[in-house]
């Protein structure tokens, strides 16, 4: 039992609250009538709920995002029919703008915009207390980090052994991009850099081996950047097998962090780069400031000289971008040899403002989550769902690693030699034939490559068959496709039954 239940529907189960962490964390002398409850978005309403009342807390609080807004909503509005004496606390992303337009901020008790880490302990003192007279909606004054309790002792040996385990040395983002929630947060704040280290010496001690670092600039104080990477790369010594990911600002790489980027093995290091687009009027409409030269400097040496997995970013959809500026973005990327490329549909974010140019560029968006744009001036609504379901098959074929070599035929051996016109005449075949963008398997996947390779583009069968057979073996099978064994050297056109282990998802991208 605890008077406290602090809860969230994570994505996944694989995801660890790490907002829920830093709520109890710095609740003070009340973490011990306090406890977390982590659910999952694919749970049921009702056994989230016979779960939250077994526990017969005094106070719920409850993490709301993009990700589970409706569901948390549903949540709410049960809890309350079924004990209207709980006190419902909401806070989170989702619920910190625009709020009085939501269903949830009519439900809960109370709601607290912005973070919440010292916010909610306060509220939950004066409530446990007995006053009556605390407001429904609560701005939280932005905490300095020195002021806060650190979470990482919360993270148990489930998460350490299971779990995307969140850490972050620092808050905030110093840009503006008009799409962007961390736009609203500023400014950027650190963590006291003795104590964050101290921590991820202990969860390494403890065990941990992949940290998801949520900084939205870590390159952006170089002397905190070198610190970080410089003890992680003693730490490789006796712990050879760390990953982490960082979000990079994508044209600030000086010399100082280059040197020490390019001594860390292969797979240790995954940086995601946003670069939305490369397109200058665009990036002045939304108030991005990015210089495209130092990128392209930057991404080249990531690439050839370092072990760095670089994933990328682009956006469809910004405004005064057509599908043809998108796509010539997107070529300037793949010549770039990023090993994956995300191709993601703006999202207009509560609180963003983004919504400026809705009149002028004609943005439509949709309005329940995620708030995926719907058209605009110039892309239409058709043009918007073939890019998704471009970008839905480039997850599937590109970025999944599972067909390095085959990829580059899509365009290699097609007129114009376009990446994106390329690929997404292949989408479209692709969805004319399967009629969905997802649950494609394997093996029938690799055959509709061949076909489209052999049959629409004419390519050399037996070029084409080799090429998918080398990718088809690095993915671990040890069979060889039916499809492929005539066009195949003899040696190889028996099934194979060897042992293969198949590499993390990383190494496939290692042509």
Request: hydrophobic letters at 40%; a negative charge; charged letters at 25%.
């Amino acid at each position: 039992m605890a008077d406290i239940l602090l809860t969230t529907l994570n994505a996944r189960f694989a995801h660890a609250s790490f907002g829920l962490r830093y709520l109890m964390a710095n609740l003070g002398e009340l973490r011990e009538r306090a406890a977390i409850l982590e659910f999952d978005i694919n749970q049921q309403t009702r056994d989230m709920l016979e779960a939250i009342l077994a526990r017969n807390p005094r106070i719920v609080g409850i993490g709301v995002y993009i990700w589970n807004i409706t569901q948390s909503t549903q949540l709410i509005a049960d809890l309350k029919r079924l004990r209207p004496n709980i006190i419902v606390i909401a806070g989170g992303p989702e619920i910190s703008y625009e709020t009085q337009e939501q269903e949830l901020a009519k439900l809960a008790d109370h709601i607290i915009t912005g973070e919440a880490d010292l916010a909610f302990a306060a509220l939950c003192r004066r409530l446990l207390a007995g006053d009556t007279s605390c407001e429904r909606i609560i701005a939280a004054p932005l905490p300095q980090m020195e002021d806060l309790a650190l979470p990482y002792d919360l993270y148990d040996q489930r998460d350490i052994e299971h779990r995307v385990v969140y850490v972050e040395a620092s808050r905030g983002c110093p840009f503006k991009c008009e799409f962007c929630l961390s736009s609203l947060d500023i400014p950027v704040r650190n963590a006291p850099l003795d104590a964050f280290l101290d921590a991820m010496r202990n969860l390494i001690d403890r065990g941990l081996r992949q940290f998801k670092f949520v900084d939205r600039t870590f390159n952006l104080n170089i002397a905190i950047g070198k610190r970080i990477l410089s003890f992680f790369l003693d730490q490789l010594e006796s712990v050879p097998d760390l990953f982490l990911h960082f979000e990079m600002i994508p044209d600030r790489l000086p010399e100082a962090l280059r040197e020490l980027i390019a001594r860390f093995p292969a797979g240790v290091l995954q940086f995601e780069v946003g670069i939305q687009t490369f397109d200058e009027g665009v990036m002045q409409l939304i108030s991005r400031k990015q210089d495209n030269a130092k990128l392209e400097d930057n991404l080249r040496f990531l690439r050839e000289e370092t072990g760095v997995h670089v994933h990328a970013d682009l956006i469809v959809g910004l405004p005064g971008e057509d599908v043809a500026g998108f796509g010539r973005g997107f070529d300037r990327l793949v010549a770039m040899k990023p090993q994956e490329i995300q191709v993601g549909m703006l999202k207009r974010l509560r609180g963003t403002p983004i919504i400026r140019h809705d009149e002028t560029w004609g943005m439509k968006y949709s309005p329940t989550p995620p708030y995926e744009i719907l058209q605009t001036k110039l892309i239409d609504f058709a043009q918007i769902q073939q890019m998704r379901r471009f970008a839905k098959y480039w997850d599937t074929v590109a970025n999944s690693g599972n067909f390095v070599k085959t990829t580059p035929l899509l365009w290699e051996c097609s007129a114009g030699g376009s990446p994106f016109e390329g690929f997404a005449r292949f989408s479209e075949w692709l969805y004319e034939r399967v009629g969905r963008h997802h649950g494609i398997a394997l093996t029938n996947l690799t055959e509709y490559l061949f076909r489209y390779l052999t049959e629409e583009l004419n390519a050399d069968a037996g070029r084409v068959a080799q090429v998918i057979y080398d990718d088809y073996q690095r993915t671990g099978r040890s069979d060889t496709p039916p499809f492929l064994r005539p066009h195949l050297p003899a040696e190889l056109r028996t099934v194979d039954r060897r042992a293969i282990t198949a590499p993390r998802r990383q190494a496939r991208h290692l042509a």
